[in-house]
């Protein structure tokens, strides 16, 4: 596949085509535009478009229909009559290779990450946690690393909050405040994270990067659709946070590699609005920078969102592709958004911007891409170029029929079990028990118990700690991980 092969998104009737040049391809981008006006065609476009010149895919899939890539299209009298306007002698309908993805690992493979990969802020913002517990939650992390303690699932997270609470006095020098009111209040979140679905998200297999930068034997980028029509609307906060951080995560793991003839890699950000609601500054700043620097890396980041307004301006003033469809302007607030809709563009001085954004029809948009040098060109009103895949979902029997020939089929289908902290920390209780009871026999025989008792070291404290809850159904449940560090090299 060649790399300078331009993306066609669309053209004026009988007129000008335009289209992506894949150079540009990791300035990023943004569509954006009215529920049922053409956003998720628009992405389809883009991402078989990637795929045909060997870029690999990341998108989610909120309301199931992208799982029509994998099939080809079947042009109705609506396409037929779209490919006629725009002369489109090339159309060719065509399945593009695709691997599903599932969080909850139903329609498509497991996709997992561990609690010390995604790490304090993200979590403490799917939490929704103020200053004080977001404070908790990060010694938490600190006391499992000091502690070679990996926190693999929401189980180990739960057991590293109760024994921080039952050791707080030995603990408050070194880590600050750990107030058990607060501990409380992040373990009542995570059970509803857990409700959630969050508990089949954290653990291991985790996913490899390496597994979402494929190509099949044609040289086609491979599509990764990521299925989140259940998580989307039970747990928006986790839909976005895992996005993010898996964002961060190619950012962190790529290298660098300057100007490219094409990205190594497309993302796709869906509802991209829940990124940036009410998230806290800190978080803000991690979104602004990746999506500054990762461009070096060879990426490109696509928003999907319904407004401009609904992206911080620092982020939007690095989005070089714009696809605006239609927007109503009934209240101050719409116009708003329109005035800010037509501003992100370079004047045509055959086109009033503003007053064609609220003209457009289904499946026409104001575009504007980068020219060779980088700088954006003049907008145009354009029909939306038809997909060469299925528009619309497979059936689930299909679904089912495609997994089944999945390349990583088996690889993260079952969940990994390694020896964890539980077992270990049980052993050692055990032990300590058993000692404690032999040294407590013994001195019965020899004189009378001491009056009080001795202060605990916190090795210790950890260990009464573990011992009371592994000998509880709550402890059994709470009481997992595995041993070793977590800086990862970080």
């Excluded at 609470?165 to 058990?180: K, Q």
């Excluded at 990521?226 to 993010?244: C, E, G, I, N």
Aim: one cysteine or more; aromatic letters at 6%.
């Amino acid at each position: 596949m060649g790399g300078n092969e331009r993306i066609l998104i669309g053209g004026v009737a009988g007129g000008t085509l335009v289209a992506l040049d894949p150079r540009m391809a990791n300035r990023h981008g943004l569509i954006a535009g009215a529920t049922g006006t053409g956003k998720t065609v628009s992405l389809q476009l883009l991402a078989e478009g990637f795929s045909r010149i060997g870029v690999p895919v990341f998108l989610a899939d909120i309301k199931g229909d992208l799982s029509g890539l994998a099939k080809p299209a079947q042009p109705g009298d609506k396409v037929r009559q779209r490919i006629a306007e725009l002369a489109m002698n090339n159309y060719q309908p065509h399945a593009n290779p695709v691997v599903f993805w599932d969080l909850h690992g139903v329609a498509g493979h497991a996709l997992r990450a561990t609690i010390s990969e995604v790490g304090p802020l993200l979590l403490s913002t799917m939490l929704e946690l103020n200053d004080t517990q977001t404070g908790i939650l990060y010694s938490c992390f600190k006391l499992a690393d000091d502690n070679g303690l990996l926190l693999l699932d929401l189980k180990d997270l739960r057991a590293m909050l109760t024994w921080a609470g039952d050791n707080a006095r030995d603990l408050g020098r070194d880590y600050g405040n750990l107030s058990s009111s607060s501990i409380g209040a992040i373990q009542r979140k995570l059970l509803v994270l857990e409700e959630q679905g969050a508990d089949r998200f954290f653990g291991e297999p985790a996913i490899r990067l390496q597994d979402l930068l494929q190509t099949d034997f044609s040289g086609n980028g491979v599509i990764s659709v990521l299925d989140v029509t259940r998580l989307f609307t039970s747990a928006p906060r986790l839909y976005a946070a895992f996005l993010l951080w898996l964002l961060s995560e190619i950012f962190e793991q790529l290298p660098e590699v300057g100007d490219a003839d094409k990205p190594r890699l497309v993302f796709f950000f869906d509802e991209a609005h829940l990124l940036f609601e009410n998230a806290p500054r800190a978080l803000l700043d991690k979104i602004e920078q990746v999506v500054r620097l990762i461009r070096s890396k060879g990426v490109g980041v696509y928003f999907i969102s319904q407004s401009p307004l609904d992206i911080p301006q620092d982020v939007l003033g690095q989005l070089g592709l714009r696809i605006q469809h239609a927007l109503r302007a009934f209240t101050p607030k719409d116009q708003r958004a329109v005035k800010t809709a037509a501003d992100t563009f370079r004047p045509n001085p055959r086109l009033d911007t503003a007053k064609a954004i609220t003209e457009l029809g289904i499946g026409e948009a104001l575009v504007s891409v980068l020219d060779a040098r980088g700088s954006p060109t003049p907008v145009e009103r354009v029909l939306i170029c038809p997909p060469e895949s299925r528009i619309g979902p497979l059936s689930d029997e299909e679904r089912r029929e495609h997994l089944s020939r999945s390349p990583f089929s088996g690889r993260y289908d079952q969940v990994v079990d390694r020896e964890s902290a539980y077992e270990l920390l049980k052993a050692r209780a055990e032990q300590e028990v058993a000692a404690a009871a032999k040294a407590k026999s013994e001195q019965a025989v020899e004189r009378p118990a001491p009056r009080g008792r001795s202060r605990q070291s916190v090795t210790e404290a950890m260990v009464t700690s573990a011992a009371r809850a592994i000998g509880s159904q709550i402890g059994r449940q709470i009481m997992r991980g595995v041993l070793g560090s977590i800086m990862r090299g970080r």
